[in-house]
């Protein structure tokens, strides 16, 4: 019985956390463009508590999908860290592959998203989504996001990576 609440609750979760993260982000800094001091640094904005996270850079290739630029710093929130992206405009907008990998000590469930910024990494071009179902502690699964507006685009650009949510 509880194994169908929480498939349920999959089924009916995921369709409004679709919406949400096809709204515009909030910025975690208190003007655009300013830089954190620390990562995971809390700000306080507008009576909101904002926590600083980490931004890539990359560049879109011509021929072949992007990786994330090293092995050694990765990307992580809550409990999932992202080990490599490689970019695409397999289904006609912007998209990704990623390989992310189960940092805790349960299985989680989780939504997840990437959002792609303009060379100056503050404007947003594209909201990723995508998501991950009973991945066990310490797995590294292949992940795949899209798009539901936004091209990739050429060039230089930034990217992060955020958990939406995650039971």
Do not use: H
């Not at 409004?16 to 954190?36: D, E, M, Q």
């Not at 072949?64 to 092995?71: F, I, L, N």
């Not at 292949?142 to 995650?166: C, D, H, I, W």
């Amino acid at each position: 019985m509880n194994k169908r609440k929480i498939q349920l609750s999959v089924k009916v979760l995921l369709p409004v956390l679709v919406l949400i993260l096809s709204a515009p982000p909030g910025y975690s800094a208190t003007i655009p463009g300013t830089k954190c001091t620390k990562l995971g640094q809390v700000i306080s904005s507008g009576g909101k508590k904002l926590t600083c996270s980490l931004i890539w850079t990359t560049t879109t290739p011509k021929a072949s999908p992007t990786k994330a630029a090293s092995k050694t710093t990765y990307l992580q929130d809550k409990s999932f860290r992202l080990e490599s992206v490689s970019f695409n405009t397999d289904l006609g907008s912007a998209g990704a592959n990623a390989r992310v990998t189960n940092i805790s000590n349960r299985s989680k469930t989780a939504t997840l998203g990437i959002t792609i910024f303009a060379s100056d990494g503050v404007t947003v071009l594209a909201n990723l989504f995508g998501s991950a179902n009973e991945v066990a502690p310490g797995q590294t699964i292949t992940v795949t996001f899209m798009s539901v507006n936004g091209e990739l685009p050429s060039g230089r650009f930034k990217y992060s990576f955020q958990v939406t949510a995650e039971f």
